[in-house]
T-cell receptor, first 117, second 110 residues
Framework: GAGVSQTPSNKVTEKGKYVELRCDPI?????LYWYRQSLGQGPEFLIY????????DSGLPNDRFFAVRPEGSVSTLKIQRTERGDSAVYLC???????????????FGPGTRLTVL | RKEVEQDPGPFNVPEGATVAFNCTYS??????FFWYRQDCRKEPKLLMS???SGNEDGRFTAQLNRASQYISLLIRDSKLSDSATYLC???????????FGAGTTVTVRA
């Protein structure tokens, strides 16, 4: 079946511009996550959605970052007034969102490579 | 101090060799442990979960030492296709928020 998809795969923008990154999760997955991976580092958690609501946005670095998931499926990560330090790969993941004793397996998309010049 | 620390490597090994590496985690409340594999410029993919009793999946063996707060991965009979970065991942109980190490790079040469 189809996995997590992300668009665009690459985005080059200028400092100060606004960007939107899109994530299409696996069909039926209620949980959606955004991570950011800088060069030579592991992914870092940004935000988690359960359904339409952001259950935890504690990883967002500042108020320039915002994410939405209005219909509980596709999500958009929005970055205002981009800075060079925002350059990274932005990864989206989804999971079934079932509660239980174990952590849901998260399935990652291919990421969007953002470069801020 | 990062929550998950890994030796970045690289570990360069010949085909057929055994390679092993560890990671340490700082939060004693961590309850779920995983190894993810990431190929160059690709997304992380779950390799295996790590259970308290240790577990094996084919040529891969994972161990967890809660007392010392470290996790290990051993790869036997290395294949060229095992060349990748291996990410150590921990989560709190039922926690969606995965904490990743920076990864250990393994290169298997012919």
């Amino acid at each position: 079946g189809a996995g997590v998809s992300q668009t665009p795969s690459n985005k080059v923008t200028e400092k100060g511009k606004y960007v939107e990154l899109r994530c299409d999760p696996i069909s039926g997955h209620t949980a959606l996550y955004w991570y950011r991976q800088s060069l030579g580092q592991g992914p870092e958690f940004l935000i988690y959605f359960q359904g339409t609501g952001a259950a935890d946005d504690s990883g967002l670095p500042n108020d320039r970052f915002f994410a939405v998931r209005p219909e509980g499926s596709v999500s958009t990560l929005k970055i205002q007034r981009t800075e060079r330090g925002d350059s990274a790969v932005y990864l989206c993941a989804s999971s079934p969102g079932t509660s239980g004793e174990t952590t849901d397996t998260q399935y990652f998309g291919p990421g969007t490579r953002l470069t801020v010049l | 101090r990062k929550e998950v620390e890994q030796d970045p490597g690289p570990f360069n090994v010949p085909e057929g060799a055994t390679v092993a590496f560890n990671c340490t985690y700082s939060n004693s409340a961590s309850q779920s442990f995983f190894w993810y594999r990431q190929d160059c410029r690709k997304e992380p993919k779950l390799l295996m979960s790590v259970y308290s009793s240790g577990n094996e999946d084919g040529r891969f063996t994972a161990q967890l030492n809660r007392a010392s707060q470290y996790i290990s991965l051993l790869i036997r009979d290395s294949k060229l296709s095992d060349s990748a970065t291996y990410l150590c991942v921990v989560a709190h109980s039922n926690d969606y928020k995965l904490s990743f190490g920076a990864g250990t790079t393994v290169t298997v040469r012919a």
